[in-house]
């Protein structure tokens, strides 16, 4: 049971330093080339000047439609006496025939008369004209291009046209990806097990690879076993210049990599002060570098971009490029601890021009928070992090077009929103982000006016209204629009056959059913909260109030799981999840939009995705939302902002 | 003998609207998808939302290397009172396990004592801690990304984790690619006969498809004739969406493009008012887009660009991207034809910060124009062009950081250049763009400070010297330093074997041979001149005297291919071309240096690159060259400009 728990907390930049001499130590860094076809050379880089290998032209060519002659001959020629010489004077070309040595000058078609068997010109030609001579455009062993260029499609042009067929090129790194763990599976199925996980960190990984211009070698899966292992080391080292372990990097009991890099080579670093990442190997075996990644998918992205990017990109002879970086204001507080380089990842989008920055979630194991990833903040060591509204650089991985057209949706999450969300790409091209953070949220952010608009079901327990009372309250001034998107069925998500009888509200107090709970500021923990008071019953009688969850989807995913047996949610989230719904309430779910904030194309865009044909096509074939109201405003309020 | 020789003139914006009307007319921008393998989906573009498949995790799982408890068991733990636990009740987890339903919570490893056969608490354990719920990265139906997402590398990861393993893509357009021509042959080689040129404008425009994210589909060679062309055409478009037919666009004797498209479909447009690309045909065939673009290389290039590009864009659901510019003022005066859109390939660089846009040669048949071009200037109809100095905006096609890097050298070209332009490139990451105007269009380029630095071989008659004297007359104000690259051995080039026994200069004035000279203001030229008038001999005694080639090589070239029977060049172009070659004189060849105008970054790389081992090498390999004064100051002002 003895584990080796204590691990480095290295910092980056010395972890780099070190890894960076090992390398040049061991020459990695030498270019390396191979001759390959000029026909799939596209992408690659030259490793030596390209010389032309033929002249271009290799002849005296014509450059008009016209007819070749002697320049002599027609020095006499104008409009008033023109010449005429016979055809065998002559020699009727093309643009780019060849033009024999007897003759010295084109005369374009368009100038010449035939008749009968002779031509006639009216203006002399000036010896060479129309006429490319050898090598106009490159002359034999001319250099087209010096090394370490670029091959696009114009030097893949260029080099064929000069009977340049094939060419050095530097060699692509090799890059192998050794993926390790019992519990992984190459893909996934209906008939996985509870703790089987689909191995795709190297999937990940070889498509960066792709991007960065190296070229991927994927391992199979290999068992948590420590002769195993170091058997696919071995072998991939043969073939690879870089090696990549992926998870086993901790000090777990199968964490082997750490182990086996000291017994085949050197082990530079192992551990990092950095968050995510910190459970990181460096080391050299054979004189290639080898890099274990931890197991998480944000910690293997961002260990694998700070080490491997740079050493590829060097590899082949390029600086590493910058990635481009905007500017931003973030949105809230984003503590960090002084003893690590942090690396959060945020969306960006512009409010009102500025460009925010909204921080997400920080969980390492959320393959999808990499999906959503804007960009990147990355908070030095000795820093405690972010005050909300700071200006902090944006490292992007997106393109600033795409940031720019981008609107925010913060506020409760409903299914309407991603079928909003996907015609506003698709018919608009506008993009989208939402992030659900319930309605009283909602309400935060647009009085912070850091969102767009935001999606609400706040019900206002005396009215019996929803949403109207509460922007009065906490948005008194601002100028908005509230408009319905739909109407939806709140109810009980219970399991197939509801095999608890679970009837309404009055079942959640019965103490063998495990409800579970919507987190704070959720209109649905709103909605439960007037039915248990409506019903006379204490949160205190519910055996499951506590536990939360963040979305419909979640809580019906939950009770599919048995990880409970009821939650409140939407009829969308039971039938996705094909379980039975007992329906509790109808309740209005509205978007709140801050005109003000939106470029005029924003709003039209928004508007018009609102009330298209498509979106309620969506609504109404997915069940359990009415729309007689959608589309319609059911508040405005439009005095002038007074800030 | 009757040629169809008139064609439109039409503006390209009614060509454009005109097209895309048709197209949509044809609803030939409806998107079309497929399903694939989300292995094979990088690059690719969602044709709809992509759900997951699966929750991940898709079971309760340890988020940490620890042990799994009841939390209900550890409530009255503290490191005073600490708590035992029998190992049957508690379950040793690694990172992701499965965490069955008797546990709802994880210690982390760090806080557990592994007493015999115990394990002590310290501290109470909070319900749910360290155990990620089902779906907190994905829950089953979670919409993953919406339409028309880009999949890279983490789009590719999230789907496969969470067990989406197939994706309905957006199809690529293919694009069907019919080089047409009697003259082409598919390779080039040693035997090409006069007349035959080598098919390399459809490997551009696949190049450029690729690009765009399209496929290309090329023909093969289809020789001039009517219905061989007209089949291609047929079965190309039963395989392809757009069908581009290269030359043939023209109104020649065998330009069939144009009756082809007017037979089978409809020909929208044919001749553009655009220069290059005039001879440009827009049609459609069976609801399928055609475009027959001219047969030179930068025409091609231009046709394809305007007309292809952004309805393939569309074809895919994407807006046309911007493409990058930059203000620059001009070198030099750039006259335009109002009747015409005119497209000029410039270099770019910066001079003291200063973007620049130097103009190329507008020769549309030059393959190595595209090489060159970092971007383009478009001169709109109705505009006579640009004044020397003022303000252009140029779309690049080569990255800022390139151009930001970039050192330009406008003089007399020697090889001893490109041996640089390699070095610096491969050694210092600096690249240099260099364009032959002549010793003298050196010494104006300086004066006018639009060059860095420039490559001169001026010999002055009196003194014997070589530069110095141009540079105090010319530059007497300007701080620069002058360094020698070379001496080099200029004579005259002769064929194999000298079978016109030519002996020196004297013999340039037998009549039988003929002579080619270099143009106005090289260097050369004015040796010759000064070795003439040594011999006492006129330019009037000289065949050939007014017959000019840019470069040594293409003088040696001429030569080779009996355009002339001998020139006066250095070595090295004889040595490449395989001839031989009557030593006359030895000449200086010094670079002129502008050390304001460059950053240190430039300078210093430059007088490195001068200095270099690597420099000499090459040039001492080549022969023809002596290096004794070579990377020596032969001249400096260093008093402060005055401008």
Not at 428 to 436: E, I
């Amino acid at each position: 049971m003895a584990r080796n728990i204590y691990i480095e907390n290295m910092p980056l930049e010395k972890a780099l330093a070190l890894f960076m001499e090992h390398l040049k130590d061991c020459k990695w860094f030498q270019l390396e080339s191979e001759e390959i076809d000029v026909l799939s050379s596209l992408g690659r880089w030259t490793a030596e000047p390209v010389l032309a290998g033929r002249s271009s032209p290799h002849y005296m060519a014509s450059a008009m439609d016209g007819i070749a002659v002697q320049a002599a001959s027609t020095y006499h020629a104008s409009e008033v006496n023109p010449i005429n010489l016979a055809l065998k004077e002559i020699l009727v070309v093309d643009t780019g025939d060849y033009v024999p040595p007897e003759y010295d000058a084109v005369i374009m078609i368009e100038d010449v008369n035939f008749i009968n068997d002779q031509v006639q010109i009216i203006k002399p030609a000036v010896p060479w004209q129309h006429i490319r001579s050898i090598g106009e455009d490159l002359v034999e062993q001319d250099m087209i291009v010096p090394s370490l260029s670029l091959i696009g499609p114009y030097e893949l042009a260029s080099f064929r046209t000069a009977s340049v067929n094939r060419v050095q090129v530097i060699k692509k790194p090799v890059v192998a990806i050794i993926p390790t763990g019992t519990e992984l599976i190459e893909t996934g199925n209906a008939n996985m097990t509870p703790g089987q996980i689909v191995e795709s960190n190297s999937r990940m990984l070889a498509g960066l690879c792709q991007e960065w211009g190296a070229e991927a070698l994927r391992h199979e899966i290999v068992i948590d076993d420590k002769e195993l292992i170091r058997q696919a080391v071995v072998e991939m080292g043969k073939k690879a210049d870089l090696i990549i372990i992926c998870s086993g990097s901790s000090a777990g009991r199968e964490d082997y990599t750490s182990t086996i890099v000291q017994e085949l080579g050197h082990l530079i670093v192992h551990g990092l002060a950095t968050r995510p990442g910190k459970p990181a190997i460096l080391g050299i075996i054979d004189e290639k570098p080898v890099i274990g990644v931890p197991g998480y998918p944000i910690s293997a992205q961002l260990i694998f971009s700070l080490f491997a990017r740079p050493i590829l990109f060097r590899k082949i002879g390029q600086e590493v490029p910058d990635l481009p970086s905007m500017e931003c204001s973030i949105s809230r507080k984003l503590p960090s601890h002084a003893g690590v380089d942090e690396f959060v990842n945020v969306n960006v989008a512009r409010i009102s021009g500025q460009p925010i920055a909204y921080p997400l979630n920080r969980g390492a194991g959320l393959s999808s928070i990499l999906v959503k990833s804007d960009g990147v903040v990355h908070i030095p060591r000795g820093n405690e992090g972010l005050d909300a509204g700071s200006s902090c650089q944006v490292i992007l991985n997106r393109s600033p077009r795409v940031i720019d057209n981008t609107l925010v949706c913060l506020g409760s999450h409903d299914m309407s929103i991603d079928f909003l969300i996907d015609i506003l790409q698709r018919e608009q091209g506008l993009r989208m982000v939402s992030t659900n953070v319930g309605s009283m949220g909602g309400i935060m952010s647009l009085s912070r006016r850091e969102t767009h608009c935001a999606g609400l079901h706040l019900l206002d327990y005396d009215s019996g209204d929803y949403n109207v009372s509460y922007l009065k309250k906490y948005l008194p001034q601002e100028k908005l629009l509230l408009i319905n998107l739909v109407k939806r069925h709140q109810g009980l998500v219970v399991k197939k056959g509801n095999p608890l009888h679970i009837q309404g509200i009055k079942d959640l107090s019965r103490p063998e059913i495990r409800f579970i709970n919507r987190q704070k500021g959720a209109g649905t923990r709103l909605l439960l909260d007037y039915l248990l008071n409506r019903e006379k019953l204490s949160s205190q009688d519910i055996n499951g109030y506590n536990r939360e969850e963040y979305t419909h989807l979640a809580v019906a995913s939950s009770v599919k799981n048995d990880g409970c047996d009821t939650g409140l949610a939407i009829y969308a989230s039971a039938k996705v999840m094909n379980l039975d719904f007992i329906p509790i309430e109808v309740e209005h779910y509205d978007l709140c939009i801050l005109p003000d904030l939106l470029s005029k194309k924003q709003l039209d865009g928004l508007l018009a995705a609102i009330h298209s044909p498509q979106f309620r096509a969506r609504v109404t074939g997915f069940g359990g939302y009415e729309l007689d109201l959608s589309g319609q405003t059911i508040y405005e309020y439009t005095a002038n902002n007074m800030q």
